[in-house]
Every structure is written in structure tokens, then in C-alpha cells.
């Protein structure tokens, strides 16, 4: 969920070489030409206008195409890729992919698909297989007559993955023959030439390895590799998906295969959680040439967990999909409430915010022409799936409500507890926005605020102790830096209604300060400082101070994260010492390098037990001057697997944290306790 901010443009080399021009020299794309200057001002004539051909515009501005040449980016080459094999499989042509991370860095994904088409393409007049690995926007999911259901819709996926690799090499077997090719930096580097017969099988072979000149990072991570294909896998029943890494020994190893699909996926997300009902509802029909899928199922905690998706495509945003769904399930329970007399006339109808309290839901469409909204696809336009989507869901809840009364009482019965809970969270909520700066009222008393108004350029610390909280109101930048200290642990929200969130004494002056209010009401233009920023200790106190906050955060205000504004401040453990050179660790790790490094006898080394211990000038110099502080982003790659986490971390059992923390107390590098 964190990454480091420690990043460079993906725009500059270093080396002082241009990838594009391949001669050791700056490309004058998007530069001013250097020499005599013409007649237009400074310089820039007809003759300043470059054209990038085949994919230099991949290379020059790869964050346009990835976004981002961070570990992120890094992983999109692989999802590209991927997503090809399962285009495959949602046009029932493969039913296994191989995903391997090979011991020299490079991947391989092997499918058992139809295999890339060959011969000559005559818009282009090359080979079919060299044109869809060298062009943009070329590929078989434009006419429909390649796929008739697809997540790659702009046809750049592995064409940019070639542009952006070291090399690449890609086979493909089909009409019983095996024709390969092998491009270096996105250019050919031989013919598309046959290689041998295809043994009676087809499919695509594809490995590439990722072109340190474009990348800040080439370590892939096999958690988040791992926890993709599990969603992959889910989301198409009857697939079998392999991921090796073979960087490690013994070679490390997964396998995912559910034939249970959203059923199974459900299940998954409600590990941990008591469930109102044992068995989920499924509903699954087609509407014309649209297929819908819907798995549900409630559990006891009080926070709603629907994930949506178009053509295997996660829509975080959501869409006309998700607006059908809920429309469905707002309707459909409260007439079965009505019918079975546990609402009556007098009783005002159940809101939709009462009947998704403790609901998991996955809902997953395929159609022939997704509408998306942007280029990161993160919403689904298309007005027509609305309605398909709330008549499939509606017929498939009433069946099963009708087919299992009891559970659909305890259903009803939760969300008009909800219902309840939710007129007391909105008194709470008023209470906090009558007392806080919405209303042009007084900030937080504890709160040192910063003079800046500008939000963009504000930054809020959220400091653990009465004592840090001095020495970070001291040493701060008083323009810019606001501090709201924080004592003791505060409440956990995975086990607290938004009701009791809101009559929390450490909580409330957060929600006031940060200016956004809470829940339904959550408004994240209102926020006051765009870098929210976690400073405990660096030891497991300061650790559970941080996940509780980080709870917080992720349950009741969910877009603060999602849009990159929290981040955590990583404090040192150690100062090292000469009298005259002082230098700072923040593990054992450097601190054993630093102390090589200076090999000096009078050497001192303190060790931090908490934030109080330094004083101000010490906590400006290490943590929060902006020019050599150490920040971590805290984002949301993966949100099934992040609710997955909390659950585990910070819910009811305890059974599945102990799990956690067998499989995981190894990876612990710098243990304090």
C-alpha cells in the first residue's frame, strides 16, 4: 500500500544519453533548436516540430502510456501483457495462462490461446505479428471481429510493453507451425521468421525484460503479481493461472482455479468476518449481448465492500454497472420488507446507505463496446447497462429472499439497526460540523495551523505525543506545516459504527481540522492540506498508532487515500556522532554502514526511543524539511486486498492475526520492541 516518493522524471537519463536518438545525444523533441534563430520567436519555426515515429513517443513520455516509471508502471508491463492471454480466455479460446518471473529479471507469459495471427497486414504491408508488437492502436479488438469482448480496448498494451523492454521476444503457434520474433528497445531485431512446427498446440509465448534505461525500479513484487492473478483468476471461472519466481530457491509458486468464480471471490473477502448468511447470492444472466455476473453476501461489520468490473477491468470509479446494482438492492429488500411485515406503512422505506452496512459484493459485466470514461477506464459509461443490470438483480435477490426467509430477516433486520445508527451518526456529524471550521468556527484547540491557505501547499502532521507535538510545532515551517498532536492510541473504526467514530474524543478534532466531514457526507474538495502526514515513533507503538490512524483513514474517509493525500513520515532510530559530523539511521542496517563509512574512534551513537527524545532542530533536520525528509505515499493499488489486510489486522477474530503474523514474522527486518 506504500511507496517511497523518492522519485525521478521519467523523462531524464542520467547517463546523459537520449534512448530515442541512440547517439549520446539530447533528442531535440520538445526542445528549441539549438543554431542560428529564425524568424518566430525564439526560434520556434515549422522546422521545431518533430514528429516521433513508431513508438519514440513511448520512450520520450512513457508516463502517458503506464503511468508512472515506479514500481507501479513496472508492473503494468506485465498486466498488458496478461490481460492479452485473458482476452483469450473471454472469448473462450484459453483456459491456462503461465506467468513466470525468470532468474535474470525478465517475464514469460505463456497462453494456450489461438496464438498471434502472421502474414502480411496490408494497411502496413508487414507481417501481422511484427505490426501488432511495433504499432500503436493495432491489434484485433477494434472490428470486432477478433474479440468480441475485451479489456484492452486501446490497442497499445503490447506494443507499449515492447517499446518500454530491454528486449522482447515473442512466439506464437499456430496452423500447426511456430513463428517467432525479437525486438530490441521496441525496434525489430530480426525477421518474423517460422521456427518449427507447433506440436499440434497453440498459443502465445511472450517474454520480455524491462529497459533499465526507462525504469526507476526493476524488482517485481510476487505478492502483488500474485494477488492480480488471484483477481484474474475469479473473475473468470475455469481458468488456470500458474505464477512461478524463479528469482528465488526453492522457486516460488501459486496456482489459482476457482470454479466457484464471484462466488468464490466473495467468500475470499469475507474470510474473517462473520457472515449473515452461509451460502452468497449469485446471480448470473445475459441481456442480449451483455453478460451479467453478481455475487453478494453480508457480514456483521459496518462497512460496504462492492468491487466493480467491466470486461475484467476494475472500475474503482464505478459506473452505470454499480449505479444498477444498487438501485436493485435498495428495491428489492425493501419490498421484501414490506411483504414480510418487518417495515410497515407507517415506516419510512429502507436508504440505500442502510442495506450496503456489512455488504461484500462483486460485480463483474462483459459487453462488446465498453464506454469508458478516460483513459484509465476507472468508470463505465454505457446507459444501457444500468437497466440490464437492476432487472438481473433485482429478479436474482427476490428469488433467493423468497427461497430463504430467514436469512432475508437478518438481512432487513441489519440494515434497520443501520438505519438507526445512521440518524444518530448524523446528529454526531452535525454536532462536529457545527463545532468545527465549516461553520467559520474556531480549528481544534491543539491544532497549530499553518498560515498558508492554500490547501495545495498545506500540509497537516498528525504527531504522536504531547512532547513531539511540542518539538514539531517549534521546529516546523510555520507557512506551511500545521501540527495536530494526538495522545495514545485512538479508537478502532473496524470495530466501531460510524455513530461512535464520530463521538470519539480523538477523533473529532482530526475530522475538524482536516475540514472534509465524515461518511455520507465526505466532501474531499473541502480538504485543507493536501499532504496529511502520519509522524509517530519508529517502534511497534508508533507502528499501531500509524495502522489505527491508517484505519481510520481507509474506512471513513476512503477518497483522502485513494487520491494520494496520505503519506507517512519516516523518523530515524539512530544519530551517529563525531562532534563535529552528525548523521542519521533509520534502522540497524544503516546505522552499521554509516559507522563504517565515518571510522572515526570517538564515535557516538544515540539511539531515539520516541520523537520526544529530539529536539526541535533535530526533527526539522531528519523529518520534516521537505528537502531531505524521507516521505512514503500511502495508495491503493489493490482495494479487495487492502480490505482483506484490515480485516485481518484489525478486526473481531483473532485467529486469522495470528496467521498473519506466522506467515509474515520473518519478513520483519528491524524488530523493535
Known amino acids: 500500500m506504500t511507496e517511497p516518493l523518492t522519485r525521478r522524471d521519467p523523462t531524464e537519463h542520467t547517463n546523459g544519453s537520449d534512448p530515442i536518438a541512440g547517439n549520446g545525444t539530447r533528442s531535440a523533441v520538445g526542445r528549441p533548436r539549438r543554431g542560428k534563430v529564425g524568424p518566430a520567436a525564439g526560434g520556434y519555426d515549422a522546422e521545431s516540430i518533430q514528429v516521433l515515429e513508431g513508438l519514440e513517443a513511448v520512450r520520450k513520455r512513457p508516463g502517458m502510456y503506464i503511468g508512472s516509471t515506479d514500481g507501479r508502471g513496472l508492473h503494468h508491463l506485465i498486466w498488458e501483457v496478461v490481460d492479452n492471454s485473458i482476452d483469450e480466455a473471454m472469448a473462450g479460446h484459453a483456459d491456462r495462462i503461465e506467468l513466470t518471473i525468470n532468474a535474470d529479471g525478465s517475464v514469460e507469459n505463456l497462453d494456450n490461446g489461438r496464438g498471434v495471427p502472421v502474414g502480411l497486414q496490408k494497411q502496413t504491408g508487414k507481417d501481422a505479428l511484427e505490426v501488432v508488437h511495433t504499432v ?39 496452423d500447426g507451425k511456430l513463428w517467432g520474433q525479437r525486438y530490441e528497445r521496441g525496434k525489430p531485431a530480426s525477421p518474423v521468421r517460422q521456427l518449427g512446427s507447433s506440436g499440434g498446440r497453440t498459443g502465445t509465448r511472450t517474454r520480455f525484460r524491462p529497459d533499465p534505461l526507462m525504469f526507476e525500479t526493476l524488482d517485481f513484487s510476487f505478492d502483488q503479481i500474485a494477488q492480480r492473478m488471484r483477481e ?77 468490473f467491466a470486461n475484467n477491468i476494475n472500475t474503482v470509479d464505478g459506473g452505470t454497472h454499480v449505479t444498477g446494482f444498487r438501485s436493485a438492492l435498495t428495491g428489492s429488500l425493501n419490498d421484501y420488507a414490506r411483504r414480510a411485515s418487518l417495515l410497515r406503512d407507517s415506516d419510512a422505506n429502507l436508504s440505500g446507505e442502510d442495506v450496503r452496512e456489512g455488504l461484500t459484493a462483486v460485480i463483474s459485466v462483459k459487453l462488446t463496446d465498453p464506454q469508458f470514461e478516460g483513459q484509465t477506464k476507472a ?141 455520507e457526507t465526505f466532501d474531499l474538495t473541502k480538504l485543507r492540506y493536501h499532504k496529511v502526514i502520519l509522524l509517530a515513533d519508529a517502534d511497534v507503538d508508533g507502528a499501531h498508532i500509524r495502522t489505527l490512524l491508517m484505519t481510520f483513514f481507509y474506512r471513513n474517509m476512503h477518497d483522502l487515500v485513494d487520491k494520494g493525500h496520505l503519506y507517512i513520515a519516516s ?32 564515535l557516538t551513537v544515540q539511539r531515539f526511543k520516541g520523537l520526544g527524545e529530539m529536539n526541535a532542530d533535530q526533527l526539522w533536520e531528519t523529518t520534516m524539511n521537505p528537502q531531505t525528509r524521507t516521505l512514503i505515499q500511502v495508495n491503493l493499488d489493490n482495494a479487495a486486498a487492502a480490505d482483506h489486510l484490515f480485516t485481518t489486522l484489525m478486526g473481531e477474530k483473532v485467529a486469522p492475526r495470528k496467521e498473519f503474523i506466522r506467515a509474515e514474522a520473518r519478513k520483519v527486518q528491524n524488530l523493535d520492541v
Request: proline share 3%.
Open 571 to 602: 523518523p530515524p532510530l539512530f544519530r551517529i556522532s563525531t562532534g563535529k559530523v552528525t548523521r542519521y539511521a533509520r534502522d540497524e542496517r544503516e546505522r552499521d554502514r554509516i559507522v563504517r563509512e565515518m571510522k572515526v574512534k570517538n
Open 232 to 308: 484474474s483468476a475469479y473473475l473468470n471461472k475455469g481458468i488456470w493461472i500458474r505464477l512461478a519466481d524463479e528469482r528465488e530457491s526453492p522457486i516460488r509458486e501459486k496456482n489459482f482455479y476457482f470454479e466457484g468464480g464471484l462466488v468464490s471471490f466473495v467468500r475470499y473477502l469475507n474470510q474473517g468476518k462473520d457472515v449473515l448468511h452461509p451460502r452468497p447470492i449469485y446471480v448470473e444472466r445475459r441481456d442480449g449481448a451483455t453478460a451479467i455476473e453478481v455475487a453478494l453476501q453480508y457480514n456483521d461489520t459496518y462497512t460496504e465492500n462492492v468491487f466493480a
Open 379 to 519: 468508470k463505465l459509461g454505457n446507459a444501457d447497462v444500468k437497466g440490464a443490470v437492476q432487472n438481473a438483480v433485482t429478479e436474482g435477490i427476490a428469488q433467493y429472499l423468497d427461497e430463504n426467509p430467514a436469512d432475508g430477516r437478518r438481512i432487513v433486520e441489519k440494515s434497520l439497526i443501520a438505519a438507526r445508527a445512521r440518524e444518530a451518526a448524523r446528529k454526531a456529524r452535525d454536532l462536529v460540523i457545527r463545532k468545527g471550521a465549516l461553520e467559520g468556527m474556531a480549528l481544534p484547540g491543539k491544532l497549530a495551523d499553518c498560515q498558508e491557505r492554500d490547501p495545495e501547499k498545506s500540509e497537516l502532521y498528525i504527531v504522536e505525543g504531547d512532547s513531539a507535538g511540542g518539538s514539531a510545532k517549534q521546529g516546523r515551517d510555520r507557512r506551511s506545516q500545521a501540527i495536530l498532536p494526538m495522545f495514545g492510541k485512538m479508537l478502532n473504526v473496524e470495530k466501531a459504527r460510524l455513530d461512535r467514530v464520530l463521538s470519539s474524543e480523538k477523533i473529532r478534532p482530526l475530522i475538524i481540522a482536516l475540514g472534509t466531514s465524515i461518511g
Open 136 to 174: 500503436l492502436h493495432a491489434g484485433g479488438k477494434f472490428g470486432g471481429g477478433g474479440y468480441k469482448v475485451s479489456g484492452g480496448l486501446h490497442g497499445v498494451g503490447v506494443s507499449v510493453v515492447n517499446a518500454l523492454s530491454e528486449w522482447l521476444e515473442v512466439e506464437t503457434r499456430r
